[in-house]
């Protein structure tokens, strides 16, 4: 079955945790990429990756850290930085020559 | 940023009925797509309609582009309760580059009643 996976489904967290998110891939994609979604908002995006060993910052990515040392795996991390961490985080990834994003299930992240 | 904005937040109609969203964005594109997420899940690719061309159909789904305006626009033809869920459009910025991100707008909900 190839698809994206992110877990955990949901995520609870005290204030001044850090946490990671976990987005991995068997679709051989070579773009991944991070968005933050709020009730009633679109997306924004918080970081992305084109290839292996390198990412961008999005539009939103203080208080946020990623990393892409495999193909398949995009870990974020969601860092005491940020001030309003709660929220519905989705992954996605794109194959090379497709304009499409195949997108994850999502983690709800809750901090209180 | 936000260059797509969706007309209307929500819609609500009955089943059979037809669906008419609208997406207005701001600067030159190389695709718009359009996308559905069912509560709490994930988004899924509808369907992309490149700069060049000005309508596309896939099943029940059209799609229309005007350039000119910058906009586009979602029917769902013959409503059913199952399409229920919210509607984004997502613009492929023109910049002359690959940085392959997408702008997503805010949605539309739509609300199909049996």
């Known amino acids: 079955d190839g698809g994206i996976t992110q877990s955990p489904k949901y995520l609870f967290r005290k204030e001044g945790q850090n946490v990671t998110l976990s987005c991995e891939q068997n679709l051989n994609h070579d773009a991944m990429y991070w968005y933050r979604q709020d009730p009633g908002q679109g997306l924004r995006l918080i970081y992305y990756s084109q290839i292996v060993n390198d990412f961008q910052k999005g539009d939103i990515a203080e208080g946020y850290s990623v990393s892409r040392e495999k193909k398949e795996s995009f870990p974020l991390t969601v860092t005491s930085a940020q001030k309003n961490p709660t929220a519905f985080y989705l992954c996605?990834?794109?194959?090379?020559?497709?304009?499409?994003?195949?997108f994850g299930p999502g983690t709800r992240l809750t901090v209180t | 940023s936000q260059q797509g904005e969706e007309d209307p937040q929500a819609l609500s109609i009955q089943e059979g009925e037809n669906a008419t969203m609208n997406c207005s964005y701001k600067?030159?594109?190389?695709?718009l797509q359009w996308y559905r997420q069912n509560s709490g899940r994930g988004l899924v690719h509808l369907i992309l309609?490149?700069?060049?061309?000005r309508e596309k159909h896939s099943g029940r789904l059209r799609v229309t582009l005007d350039t000119s305006k910058k906009s586009s626009s979602l029917l769902i033809t013959a409503s059913r309760a199952a399409d229920t869920a919210s509607y984004f459009c997502?613009?492929?910025?023109?910049?002359?580059?690959?940085?392959?991100?997408?702008?997503f707008g805010k949605g539309t909900l739509l609300t199909v009643n049996p």
């Open positions: 600067t030159s594109i190389n695709n």
């Open positions: 996605a990834s794109r194959g090379q020559g497709l304009n499409e994003q195949y």
């Open positions: 309609i490149r700069s060049n061309e």
């Open positions: 997502a613009t492929d910025p023109y910049s002359g580059g690959s940085n392959y991100k997408l702008t």
